[in-house]
Structures are given as C-alpha cells and as structure tokens.
C-alpha cells in the first residue's frame, strides 16, 4: 500500500481555502435576504462576466449544457438543419443539437492541439449548414481567424462552445467575444466553477440576448412578469451561484496563471514518450486539462503506475462521439486523428496549487518504465 500523500487530480478544496472567508459571508448572506433566485448578485455578475469575457450581453443559466441549446434555440436552429462539431468533446456538445432536432455533422480535429480548424469546417459545409459548434478544448482556443472567415463567408452562425476555456484567449481576444455567442459551463470542476451546477451565455447581439434570456425564463416577456412570448423553460442561474462566481473571477486570472505554471513545468519534465498537446503562437490557454499521449505504453498501464503512486489521472475523451451509440448510424465514419488518439489520450493532474514537487512526481512515476527525459531537449 502506498502510503505517500496524494497527488489530486483536482483539488477544489484548496481553491476554496483561499475564498473560504468570502463564500461563508455570501452564504450567510444569502441565508438572510432569501435572495435565492436573480437578485443583485446575479445582475453583477452578468455584467462582470460579460466585461471580462470582452462580450456585451451575459444571461446566466442552470448549466453549459443549456447554455448551448439556448444559443441554438435563440438562432431559430431547427430539424433539417446542420450544426459541425468536432468529435473529440465531452457529449454535450453534439446533444445539445440533437435535443433541438437539428443533426451534428461530427469532423476531426488537428493532430497537435486536437482542436476544430478551418479546414474541418470549409470541408463539412453543405446547403444545410446553419452553424458550427466551436469547441475550445482542454482550456485552448480554436484559431478564431481562419475558423471566422470560413463562416462569415458561408453565411453561418460560428458559436462557441466555451465550458473548458474561462479566460483564454485568441491574439489577444477572450474565449466568448469571437461568435453569435457562446456558452460557458461553471461545473465546480472547471477553471470558474460554482457550488454546483450553473452555465452562461455570453453574446454582443442585443436581440439574440433578449431571446435567449426569454426562453430561459418560460418564455415571458421582457415588458411583463404576467406574459409569455413563447414557450421557453426554466434555466436559471441561483443567486447563491452567482455570488460565489463573483468571488472567484476576482481570482481567476491568478488562478489561470499558476495553471500556465504548472503546465510549463510539465512540459520542462516530462518523459519524452508522453507527448502533450502544444499551444498554438497566438493561444494562451487556461489549462483547463493537461493531456499527454502514450506513444510506446497502453495507456492503461500507464494509469495503473499512477494509481499504485496515489496519483489521480483521468481520460477526456476515450470515446468520440462519432462512436457514441446515440450517433451510429448505418456507417461509422473514420476520423483518422480522433480514432488514432483515442486510446492514447490521458489527463494529468492540474489544478492552481498543484507543486512542482507534485509534478516532478506525477513525471517520476511516468518514467519508471525507465526511458528518461533527456535534459536539455
């Protein structure tokens, strides 16, 4: 039995010790008001989200995966129509077009940051297209550039799928400010993470915004609590959730950068037999994950090592979704990059307070099948 302490693959209780203070004033807070649902906490948050995600509009919803249909459900997406996603993200992604009737045309990814390109998408658009579903992975942005002037010059709506990706950015422009909108998941796993579930649509097109914060409220008009304009749902963002997202975007991008840290001191020890994902010139990603691939060793194995170390790992994503049983029709298609780096892909630890102690761990146990890293390369 391994008796050393262990080397979390997340640790969100040290990244609330830091806001402990702050988080038990709002819940007390809150505690006393009532102020359960909107309030004066989610007002600020909405336009501090906004401000920070270089957007204009922020409507707060119950989590990422409603954010995405939202957005769909906002630009009048419907059966018939298209939506390209990349095949390597978690589900959500594709069920969000699917739960609006509409059908995900699944395409490959970049082998180097296993990311949507132009490419990918100028290659998938036909007469049915009506958007693409950008998702910025693993905490790094797509190239917005190129991938932008494919779908301005197709005529369709580029929407970002945000959830990994609180405070990157494209040449200088923040994840959330490039599409018709974007949605952020605030899953207490991610780099901005609330209590519990809750999500985000970001946008600066005022009207989808009016739209979208509609139907995410029943439906009702904006001018009266008593009228609805159509038939929405009921996604919202608790008060409470708000509240303490306040408190942790104060924090995150301190919070990003210890991961940035982490990240390059991975890089600077790694074996070199487990190769991670690089950062595009003009990305600067928030590490939401850091993944490596397994060249010569299964990738189980692997894992084991770690486990017998007491150091936690994971896998996002091991199934594409082109293989997801809910998407497999008639003939699979091939996809040459996601297949290839399916079984291969593994998520090390990272977290803001994760050390370099830990990390020269996490590498140590990866060598010891005993082909070094070589100082200097």
């Given at each position: 039995m391994n008796t050393q302490e262990p080397v979390r693959f997340l640790d969100l209780a040290a990244t609330h010790a830091e806001v402990r203070p702050a988080l038990e004033e709002i819940w007390e807070e809150t505690m006393n008001s009532s102020g359960f649902i909107g309030g004066n906490h989610l007002e600020a948050f909405e336009s501090e989200f906004a401000d920070y995600c270089q957007s204009t509009h922020c409507i707060g919803v119950a989590n990422g995966t409603d954010a995405l249909e939202l957005i769909l459900r906002g630009?009048?997406?419907?059966?018939?129509?298209?939506?390209?996603?990349?095949?390597?993200?978690?589900?959500?992604?594709?069920?969000?077009?699917?739960?609006?009737?509409?059908?995900?045309?699944?395409?490959?990814?970049?082998?180097?940051?296993?990311?949507?390109?132009?490419?990918?998408?100028?290659?998938?658009?036909?007469?049915?297209?009506?958007?693409?579903?950008?998702?910025?992975?693993?905490?790094?942005?797509?190239?917005?550039?190129?991938?932008?002037?494919?779908?301005?010059?197709?005529?369709?709506?580029?929407?970002?799928?945000?959830a990994q990706a609180h405070g990157a950015t494209w040449n200088g422009k923040r994840a959330g400010s490039f599409g018709v909108a974007a949605g952020f998941s605030f899953y207490p796993g991610k780099n901005l993470g609330a209590l519990g579930d809750g999500g985000a649509v970001t946008t600066s097109d005022a009207d989808l915004a009016e739209r979208i914060r509609s139907i995410a409220n029943h439906g009702r008009s904006l001018e009266s609590r008593y009228h609805h304009d159509l038939v929405g749902r009921n996604s919202r963002l608790d008060g409470l959730q708000a509240a303490a997202l306040r408190i942790k975007l104060a924090e995150l991008d301190r919070w990003n950068q210890q991961r940035r840290s982490v990240a390059k001191y991975y890089n600077a020890k790694l074996p070199e037999r487990f190769v991670p994902y690089i950062e595009a010139p003009l990305a600067e990603s928030v590490y939401h994950l850091f993944v490596v691939q397994t060249i010569d060793e299964a990738r189980d194995d692997v894992g084991a090592r770690l486990g017998d170390a007491n150091i936690g790992w994971g896998i996002h994503y091991p199934v594409p979704c082109h293989r997801q049983k809910p998407f497999v029709t008639g003939t699979t298609p091939d996809f040459e990059v996601a297949d290839t780096q399916a079984p291969l892909i593994l998520s090390l630890p990272m977290h803001p307070h994760i050390t370099e102690q830990e990390v020269e761990r996490v590498c140590a146990a990866l060598d010891s099948k005993g082909l070094g890293h070589q100082e200097g390369e």
């Open positions: 630009l009048s997406i419907q059966p018939g129509d298209e939506v390209i996603v990349p095949t390597n993200t978690f589900i959500a992604t594709a069920e969000a077009v699917v739960n609006l009737g509409a059908t995900p045309i699944f395409v490959d990814v970049d082998p180097l940051t296993a990311l949507i390109t132009a490419e990918h998408v100028s290659a998938a658009i036909t007469p049915r297209t009506a958007a693409v579903m950008v998702v910025h992975l693993y905490g790094q942005m797509a190239n917005m550039d190129e991938i932008l002037a494919v779908t301005n010059a197709a005529g369709i709506a580029l929407i970002e799928d945000s």
